[in-house]
């Protein structure tokens, strides 16, 4: 009796301290993980822009200068991490009822496919953006195409030809 | 006597923290809860200064003698409680692109609309909230007003996405 009054109280002590730390440790990671998630979301607004824009550019060039499957990849320095941005351009088919996801090809198709993804060293594809763009209008009117006023980009982006299509193919 | 020797008020003690940090990180300050807050707050302030926005605009292509310049900004600070909010607003012209079915902003002179950007900010802010929209010019509605749909029973309101739609409006009939 006399050790178990002796000890009961210095045991819940450090259960509760173990606690403490345990919920502070879990605060700090959830804050972590939102900022992350916060930025990583923002810069994929612009990034997406940026990838659009250049498969305008693709589609109303005279000759599509895009390779197939069209790689590229930017590094950002964020305020909380630094943040991988990427992308992946081919094209697919028209779009069709019942069709679950759009399956990419290099056919020569007006519709782009685009999977852009960004996010930091551990998580790299945080958040996923899936999108079809239908150039058809802009294939055949290439001339009605208005240049839009450019923001400075920060960093030049490069695009590269990228063997992932041909090996799951 | 120090709390080492006693070990009932040093437990009391441990356990009165352990319930304030779990209330305080789970309950009442949860991650990313002041962010949301201020997101909310600063939301609802963007689309407040649209108004202020509109008024200057009229007053710059209206009756200013000097021409607009491209791109205008006006940085604003509104200060809430103890948060000051700064908005910043970013105005260009732009061209309505039939291929992107989307405004673009341009510097064009000849531009028929506005691009409104109004990047809404505070202290700590992980990233600014960003709002964006295109109106009709006020240059461009002096030479040829837009009518209002008689049909409407729509409250008049000249905000500036009200003033597109009934441009579109008038346009489409």
Redesign the interface.
């Given at each position: 009796m006399t050790n178990y009054t002796?000890f009961?109280?210095?045991i819940?002590?450090v259960l509760?301290?173990l606690?403490?730390a345990a919920?502070?440790t879990?605060?700090t990671t959830?804050?972590r993980?939102?900022?992350r998630m916060?930025?990583a979301s923002?810069l994929i607004n612009h990034w997406s822009a940026a990838m659009v824009e250049l498969s305008?550019q693709d589609a109303?060039g005279a000759t599509p200068t895009l390779p197939c499957p069209a790689i590229t990849q930017r590094i950002h320095d964020g305020?909380?991490a630094t943040y991988t941005l990427a992308a992946t351009i081919t094209r697919t088919q028209a779009p069709q009822p019942g069709m679950a996801q759009p399956e990419p090809t290099c056919d020569d198709t007006p519709y782009y496919l685009l999977e852009i993804t960004s996010g930091w060293d551990t998580n790299p594809q945080a958040v996923r953006v899936l999108m079809v763009q239908d150039m058809l209008?802009?294939r055949e009117?290439p001339e009605?195409?208005?240049?839009?006023?450019l923001r400075n980009e920060p960093v030049p982006y490069t695009v590269a030809a990228g063997s992932r299509l041909e090996a799951h193919q | 006597m120090s709390f080492t020797q006693r070990?009932?008020t040093?437990?009391i003690a441990?356990?009165t923290?352990?319930f304030i940090?779990?209330a305080l990180?789970?309950f009442l300050l949860?991650?990313?809860s002041l962010?949301t807050q201020h997101h909310y707050v600063v939301g609802e302030m963007m689309h407040e200064h649209l108004a202020a926005i509109d008024q200057r605009l009229q007053e710059l292509e209206l009756h200013s003698e000097a021409p607009m310049a491209c791109?205008t900004t006006w940085v604003d600070t509104i200060k809430q409680g103890r948060t000051a909010y700064e908005l910043r607003a970013e105005i260009?012209f732009a061209?309505f692109?039939?291929?992107?079915n989307d405004w673009?902003?341009?510097?064009n002179e000849q531009a028929g609309y506005y691009?409104i950007r109004v990047e809404g900010s505070w202290r700590g802010a992980?990233?600014p909230r960003i709002l964006e929209l295109a109106s009709n010019r006020y240059a461009h509605m002096a030479l040829a007003p837009v009518p209002y749909p008689e049909d409407s029973n729509r409250p008049l309101n000249t905000s500036p996405q009200n003033r597109l739609e009934a441009s579109e409006t008038a346009e489409t009939q």
């Open positions: 002796r009961l109280p210095r819940i002590t509760a301290l606690a403490t919920l502070m879990h605060y959830s804050l993980a939102y900022r916060t930025e923002s305008f109303t305020r909380h209008k802009a009117n009605l195409l208005m240049l839009p006023y | 070990p009932r040093l437990a441990a356990v923290v352990m940090t779990a990180t789970l949860p991650p990313g962010d791109p260009l061209h692109d039939p291929l992107r673009v902003p341009t510097c691009a992980i990233v």
